[in-house]
């Protein structure tokens, strides 16, 4: 739920710009800056919650962020002109980061070898079901008539009042989680660490605290605590080393390589998404129905009218598109969930970084209305696997750079956001042909980049080797 939320604070700015535009009256400057004002304020902080998140705590930075994230959606749902709501969904995007990263450090933190691969991708089944949910909010709630009931209530501030219902419910269920017992370990703070290991042990089992078989357990990896700092200057050297470490010369090919493809991935993906209603709209004109994307689009340029002046309020259709679109990207993560335990990520996301580039070809082509749905979700759900990549980078790096180097790129993926979100439209309008050809190519490379990723451990053993890490370890009273 808490990454459904954080997803939902980038994706759904694009429902509400299209919703509010005849309330405010936004100019295209404003337009622009509302459109990137949370992934601005995602940039702008991920790798300082990710410093926070290895150094403070994963759950404390979990639970104070959300708290900040609900208090500026709500506030931003009661905006009286354009740049108040600019600026509080900058500030929603900026302590949505929490959710964005923390929660695959913290949930990773808790699973064992043999089920961690399938949980974090399940996990990144929310990117998708985020979609579903904003679509599906907007189709319900945008026709409604509420200026009826409440004056200057228009329904897409009805609509933010929703959307921060995820984040809600994630937060009540994080007052009842504890601490990662990594991460405490990793501090040095080795009672507190089992005593959560037991609790964990007494729900699973149903057996009381003192028979858990360990008496004690250590990491070998030792992380230095913001509570350990004095001062100012003294963070901020410790961040530094920190970041220090996500270059090491044992990990800045890696680093480098998963940002580059989050950044590439989320340009395609998510830039092409933020403007599929557009292109679904350029669908309505009957005389389109079997033309191909890029005549279809270009039928619309020549047919353009103003949403504003419609007597029937603002068009909706599209959204029910959107909701099918979202359950088939569900679907498909789903799919990739359970076969993820014998095929491993990379696999996974060699197989739908291919789809995506075959289908970005087929799109130029195909005049089939259904095959242009379908080739167009598969172009588009090359964003969404970024939750994937975040996965991969959560095994990837030691316990006390964990949240930074999953933050980082994760920056990477929101820099790409923004890129794609102003350039596609441009793309779309002005190089249909030129775009689907270039997005295709590029994909390609995108494989071979993926297939230098971490390597994974696909073997039976798998679960023996689980446990034997949570052996008892016999070592002097301290």
Partial sequence: MGLLAAVAELIGISVIIYAAQCDLKFSMQEKSLLAMSAALGTIFSLHITGFICDTWGRIKTLKVTLILN???????????????????????????????????????????????????????????????????????????KLTDYIASFSPWRALLLVNNIPSIIALVGFLFLPESPKFLLAQGLYVEALDILRSIFTKNTGKPKDSYPNGL???????????????????????????????HKKRILQTMNMSIIDLIVCIIGAGFTMWLP????????????????CDSIGLSKNHSSDICS????????????????????????????????????KIILVFWFSAGAISALIVYYTTDPIIKIVALTLVSQVGKLS?????????????????????????????????GGNIAGRLFLNHCEITFFSYSGILFVVVLMTMMMPKEKVSKKVEEESVVKFEKIEIERF
Avoid at 218 to 236: C, Q, R, Y
Avoid at 280 to 292: C, I, V
């Fill in 278 to 293: 557009t292109v679904l709209s350029s669908f309505n004109d009957p005389s389109s129905e079997f033309l191909t994307v």
């Fill in 217 to 247: 357990i250590m990491l070998h990896e030792k992380a230095t605590g913001l509570n350990n700092t004095k001062g100012f200057g003294e963070a901020v050297k410790l961040m530094g080393k920190q970041t220090l470490q996500l270059f």
């Fill in 70 to 144: 609900i208090c500026s959606s709500l506030l931003s749902a009661f905006s009286i002109n354009t740049w108040m709501l600019i600026g509080l969904r900058f500030l929603a995007g900026i302590f949505s980061t929490g959710c964005q990263c923390c929660v695959f450090s913290f949930l990773g933190e808790f699973l064992p070898d043999v089920s961690r691969r399938r949980h974090m991708t399940i996990l990144a089944t929310m990117v998708p079901v985020s979609i579903l949910f904003i679509n599906l909010m907007a189709f319900l709630i945008l026709p409604l």
């Fill in 310 to 345: 419609n007597p029937n309020g603002l068009e909706t259709s599209h959204f029910k598109t959107l909701v099918f679109i979202a359950m088939i990207l569900i679907f498909c993560f789903l799919i990739s969930s359970v076969a993820v335990g014998f095929m491993g990520r």
């Fill in 387 to 419: 939750g994937i990549v975040s996965g991969i980078a959560a095994d990837f790096y030691p316990t006390n750079i964990n949240a930074m180097g999953i933050c980082f790129v994760n920056m990477m993926s929101r820099i790409g956001i923004m890129i």
